[in-house]
């Protein structure tokens, strides 16, 4: 069982938006800003789109943005489109005891 | 720019220690604020944090797994080690290691990951 929970599927037309939730406790999300995502295409290692919450890395899309809210932060991505199909992961910090925390996993689909 | 590559048997037996190497090229592990990761991915589930070592030696693990595990670096090399101790089934998973950023919290770069299979 992970630290953190996601849904297991999301998905949403091309050009539309969708959210996606990490939630935690106020010994991870909820007390660090220190929230990140990682994109993870099939068969391939996680990429890094969002990080501390909100910033995007060098060549990550502007569609992409991360925001927080208590112990749950999201990512939403823009205007889909067809590769931005693939499983996306929450990360936070967790503190002295837990150090890093993943969520399980959410499978975009664009429909 | 810094790439990472996982090294290491693919398959072992219940009960040994499975060794993974990572090397890092394009950059120095001594790289202040950086610590160097392992995480992995079991078969059809999510990530798991394993540990992280600084350059100095200073590790850092899963409760989880702090038992079994231990990881070192060799600055001369520029490459980091795991070690997994009384491996299972349940250990059967696919390795990535990646530089973490110390003080923001981020995973990146990432190994292309290296799948281990543990089976009698």
């Known amino acids: 069982q992970s630290a953190l929970t996601q849904p297991p599927s999301a998905s949403g037309s091309p050009g539309q938006s969708v959210t996606i939730s990490c939630t935690g406790t106020?010994?991870?999300?909820?007390?660090?800003?220190?929230v990140s995502w990682y994109q993870q295409y099939p068969g391939k290692a996680p990429k890094l789109v969002i990080y501390?919450?909100?910033k995007r890395p060098s060549g990550v899309p502007g569609r992409f943005s991360g925001s927080k809210s208590g112990n749950t932060a999201s990512l939403t991505v823009s205007g889909l489109q067809a590769d931005d199909e693939a499983d996306y992961y929450c990360?936070?910090?967790?503190?002295?005891?837990?150090?890093?925390?993943f969520g399980g996993g959410t499978k975009l689909t664009v429909l | 720019q810094v790439q990472l590559q996982e090294s290491g048997p693919g398959l072992l037996k219940p009960s040994q220690t499975l060794s993974l190497t990572c090397t890092v090229s394009g950059g120095s592990i001594i790289s202040g604020g950086y610590f160097w990761s392992w995480i992995r991915q079991r078969p059809g589930t999510g990530l798991q944090w394993m540990g992280y070592i600084y350059y100095s030696g200073s590790a850092y693990y899963n409760p989880s797994l702090k038992s079994r595990l231990t990881i070192s670096v060799d600055t001369s090399k520029n490459q980091f080690s795991l070690k997994l101790a009384s491996v299972t089934a349940a250990d059967t998973a696919v390795y990535y290691c990646?530089?973490?950023?110390?003080?923001?919290?981020?995973?990146?770069?990432w190994g292309q990951g290296t799948l281990v299979t543990v089976s009698s």
């Open positions: 501390e919450v909100t």
């Open positions: 990646a530089r973490y950023s110390g003080g923001t919290c981020w995973f990146d770069p």
């Open positions: 106020s010994s991870d999300v909820g007390g660090y800003n220190y």
């Open positions: 990360s936070s910090y967790g503190g002295s005891d837990n150090f890093e925390v």
